[in-house]
């Protein structure tokens, strides 16, 4: 929330709010590429071959997702009706106990009421510790800027029909974990000579 949140408008009535995730469609889809870094390494791998990135980002982010620490930052969501996900309340739970974060209902979209997450003033304290103190927390923070890199990250909906455009992402049964794609994502990195060579 504090990578990839989008600066409150002067309006926003949500006190000490400083940033704001809008709907959970965007959270969850979010949520699947922090946690997948083969699927993001391919999508940043698209924008680059589509010269929407420069070849220095994409190689330093995708040869750190490929490498020998991506697989144990990999964790599968399942498959169901609307994609990748996990029930989020629990998780948020904690920071909204801790008045890290707060969680509104807004616009009404019909079948699924939009719900928008605020990172509060005290979060993004808390993060800006956390930082300087938990050392593996950098990982996390790169893959967040990675997400951001991608030009469909800021809209649930098309980061949705994107995400659906990744065949075992599409094909996975419902109720599932989609799978990994970590060698398919390597051969392709490896042919656009994008992996640095202790990666």
């Known amino acids: 929330m504090n990578v990839l949140g989008v600066p409150v408008d002067d309006d926003c009535d949500v006190v000490d709010a400083v940033k704001v995730v809008t709907s959970l469609t965007r959270l969850e889809k979010l949520d699947f590429w922090m946690r997948n870094p083969d699927y993001l390494a391919d999508e940043l791998m698209t924008e680059y071959e589509e010269h929407e990135l420069p070849e220095p980002v994409v190689r330093a982010h995708v040869s ?4 020998a620490q991506a697989a144990g930052h990999h964790y599968p969501m399942m498959r169901y009706k609307y994609g990748a996900y996990e029930p989020v309340d629990n998780a948020l739970a904690k920071l909204r106990a801790y008045a890290l974060i707060m969680h509104r209902r807004g616009a009404d979209t019909g079948d699924r009421a939009r719900h928008d997450y605020y990172l509060l003033k005290r979060g993004e304290e808390v993060f800006a510790d956390m ?32 995400q659906y455009e990744q065949p075992e992402y599409r094909d996975a049964p419902l109720g599932s974990d989609i799978p990994a794609i970590f060698d398919r994502v390597r051969e392709r990195a490896t042919r656009l000579s994008l992996l640095e060579e202790d990666a």
């Open 64 to 67: 750190r997702m490929l490498g």
């Open 131 to 162: 930082r300087a103190t938990v050392t593996t927390l950098s990982w996390w923070e790169q893959q967040a800027e990675a997400v951001a890199y991608l030009r469909d990250a800021y809209v649930g909906s098309t980061a949705k029909q994107r």
